[in-house]
């Protein structure tokens, strides 16, 4: 195959999935926004609005910060190709249940020989994750155990808070192990992809969680802003802690992102109607959460998969 067709090539498979992907954000959109009635929107102060625009911004710079530090663990890359790839693979996470596609798209966005790296560093970002992740929901917890006391929530908290402690010691002990599973011939490859974690430091690893951490905090504080400017009358700690419990249920259901809005709207429901009646509001924030967080970033991505090499042109 000559150089000129692998090019062209590139840029037919490149724009057919990059259209797929646009159209099916389009077709999200159009179909999820149709549960909310537009016509019954009571808002607030637009400064709460810009507020969240502006934590979006905030919560796209901590993702891409930490993901250009993982990378950087396997090889060079610049930061301009982390956030491409960033992008991308949130674009890629629409299609797939709760959103395991994204590593993968970022992944197959950077390409190159470097792919098993890649795999090996994602573990620790994937992991990270979920330690920000189960620590925001167990903070939700301990909050929802005070205003709404029920057994059922105490044996959900403890179970919260145990697993809590197991992510943190895989977090921080996953590379001791490796020598052990390096023994056994069903985990002998996933040892071999898990060596690179051996050799960075603890101080990076922590550096990464708190990344995590502050990219939860910042999430659960964009989801009160809109809450707020939705008018939703929640005080704010206590705002806070319910959208962190929010995030958490989110994560522990199994959804498709192709009709997650309605899961995030039965949640969010759930979550806040003991403490609020505004049901138009609650779900309009859930869907600007959703559009700023998802689907903005979504589009960028699948305008750059068009300019991916699908096939090698040397």
Not at 139 to 159: D, S
């Amino acid at each position: 195959m000559s150089k000129s067709i692998k090019i062209w090539a590139n840029y037919l498979i490149g724009g057919v999935l990059s259209t797929l992907l646009l159209y099916t954000i389009y077709r999200q959109v159009q179909q999820q926004l149709a549960r909310i009635d537009v016509h019954t929107l009571q808002h607030g102060s637009h400064w709460w609005l810009a507020g969240a625009a502006v934590l979006m911004l905030v919560n796209l710079y901590l993702e891409s910060h930490k993901w250009h530090r993982l990378l950087l663990w396997a090889t060079p890359v610049r930061y301009r190709q982390a956030l491409a790839s960033l992008l991308a693979g949130t674009s890629f996470s629409i299609i797939t249940p709760n959103r395991t596609g994204e590593y993968p798209g970022r992944i197959l966005y950077l390409g190159g020989r470097h792919t098993f790296h890649y795999i090996n560093v994602s573990v620790a970002g994937i992991i990270s994750q979920l330690a920000s992740i189960w620590f925001w929901g167990m903070v939700g917890l301990v909050y929802y155990n005070v205003a709404v006391p029920a057994t059922m929530h105490r044996l959900v908290l403890a179970g919260c808070v145990g697993i809590n402690i197991i992510i943190a010691v895989v977090y921080w002990r996953l590379h001791s192990w490796l020598p052990a599973a390096g023994q056994s011939k069903y985990l002998r490859r996933f040892a071999v992809y898990m060596q690179l974690l051996g050799r960075v430091p603890g101080s990076e690893r922590l550096r990464v969680l708190a990344l995590s951490l502050l990219r939860g905090g910042v999430f659960t504080a964009q989801y009160l802003f809109l809450l707020q400017w939705m008018n939703v009358q929640v005080p704010l700690a206590a705002g806070f802690c319910l959208s962190a419990l929010f995030f958490w249920i989110l994560a522990v259901i199994p959804s498709f992102a192709l009709t997650e809005l309605g899961v995030r709207g039965a949640v969010s429901l759930y979550v806040f109607h003991h403490f609020s009646t505004n049901t138009v509001g609650i779900l309009a924030a859930t869907g600007g959460l959703w559009l700023m967080n998802l689907i903005i970033p979504s589009v960028a991505g699948s305008i750059l998969i068009w300019r991916m090499k699908w096939v090698k042109e040397d």
